[in-house]
């Protein structure tokens, strides 16, 4: 079965410094991953979406970046947070040929102070 | 771009009363998701609607699916306890990424 992981769960950032989450899906091959921001009491915001290794897709400019160095692996990266960076990120994946139903990790809580 | 908008925001009901979101999109859907996102927890797949006129049931879940394809709803009956979470909608067109709605946040009293 596939299994979707997501880490670190839990972050305290300060102003300025940088950022990494990760996630990686296990039990499938080439799926389409997902970059999901959730900001307090508001939706789910999509980021980047990839579709294959170096595949990367911004929906929103934003001092946050995307990669996909392996093809079940999906980076997040932010080189300086911003207060505004604050929220609920969620990585998740769909099969490639699938009805796009999207599958969500557990999602990193990120605070920048 | 495409917008998918939801109402209500926030709804508050007594145990056993009825509750029903809606979804409107700005553009014709290819289809549309449904998601349930527990307090704390992370948005869990529903259902997905892709016929126009389309209405799936799940045991107290209603799901509708507009004849245009650009809205949908979501009703619970006599709702317990367990129903409290946010409920998403999610649409897209052929070949884009799907895009949620703000979600309908619903508490239940006993």
Request: with cysteine.
């Amino acid at each position: 079965s596939q299994t979707i992981h997501q880490w670190p769960a839990t972050l305290v950032q300060p102003v300025g410094s940088p950022l990494s989450l990760e996630c990686t899906v296990e039990g499938t091959s080439n799926p389409n991953l997902y970059w999901y921001r959730q900001a307090a009491g508001r939706g789910l915001q999509l980021l980047f979406y990839s579709i294959g290794i170096d595949q990367i897709s911004s929906e929103v400019p934003q001092n946050l970046s995307a990669s996909r160095p392996q093809d079940r692996q999906f980076i997040l990266s932010s080189k300086k947070l911003l207060l505004s960076d604050s929220g609920f990120y969620l990585c998740a994946w769909a099969p490639n040929r699938g009805t796009g139903e999207l599958f969500f990790g557990e999602g990193s809580r990120l605070t920048v102070l | 771009g495409q917008q998918v908008m939801q109402i209500p925001q926030y709804q508050h009901v007594q145990e056993g009363e009825d509750f029903t979101t809606y979804c409107n999109s700005s553009t014709t859907l290819s289809n549309i998701q449904w998601y349930k996102q527990r307090p704390g927890g992370h948005p869990v797949f529903l259902i997905q609607l892709v016929k126009s006129g389309e209405v799936k049931k799940q045991k107290r879940l209603t799901f509708q699916f507009g004849e245009a394809k650009k809205n949908s709803s979501l009703h619970i009956t006599a709702t317990q306890t367990t129903d409290v979470g946010t409920y998403f909608c999610a649409g897209n067109q052929a070949g884009t990424a799907l895009i949620f709605g703000k979600g309908t946040t619903l508490s239940v009293s006993s």
